[in-house]
C-alpha cells in the first residue's frame, strides 16, 4: 500500500471519466473519516462502472473495503473505506442533496439569505446556545 487511497481513487474515477470530482478534507468536522471524494456520472451505469473500478482498484492496490451501498439503484453509490468515503451521484441527486455545501459549512457560516440573524452554529442545540 505505497501509494495513498485516496490518489488510487481519484485515478480509479478519472479512468472512467467522472465529471466534478471534489475531494473534501473533512477531518476537523467528524472523526468517522479523514476524506470525501464526491464525483458525478453521467447515467445509472456509468455510476456503477465508477463505483466498481474505485472498489477492484482499491483492492488490488491492498486496501480493505468496508462496504458499498445504493448499487441497486446507481443513482448514488457511497463507497465505504473507513478513512475515505466515495459518494458516486447522478448529477441532479448530487445538486438536489449538495454534500459539498453540507460538509464544507463551518460554524458561523451564514445560511444562504445571507442575514447575519441567522448564523449557523454546528453541533450544538439550539437550545444551548
Not at 474515477?13 to 458525478?40: C, H, N, P
Not at 463505483?51 to 439503484?73: C, F, P, Q, R
Not at 447522478?90 to 441567522?118: C, H, I, K, Q, V
Request: charged share 25%; hydrophobic share 40%.
Amino acid at each position: 500500500m505505497t501509494q495513498p487511497l485516496k490518489d488510487i481513487v481519484i485515478n480509479a474515477l478519472e479512468e472512467i471519466k467522472a465529471t466534478d470530482i471534489m475531494d473534501i478534507d473533512v477531518r476537523e468536522l467528524t472523526g468517522m473519516m479523514d476524506t470525501m471524494i464526491v464525483a458525478s456520472g453521467n447515467s445509472n451505469r456509468q455510476v456503477k462502472s465508477l463505483a466498481n473500478s474505485v472498489v477492484v482498484d482499491a483492492k488490488e492496490a491492498g486496501y480493505s473495503l468496508i462496504g458499498v451501498e445504493g448499487d441497486d439503484t446507481c443513482e448514488w453509490i457511497l463507497v465505504d473505506f473507513g478513512d475515505v468515503i466515495v459518494h458516486i451521484m447522478l448529477p441532479a441527486t448530487r445538486e438536489f442533496y449538495d454534500l459539498e455545501r453540507l460538509w464544507t459549512m463551518r460554524p458561523g457560516d451564514l445560511l444562504e439569505d445571507g442575514s447575519g440573524e441567522n448564523d449557523v452554529t454546528l453541533g450544538v442545540p439550539e437550545n444551548d446556545q
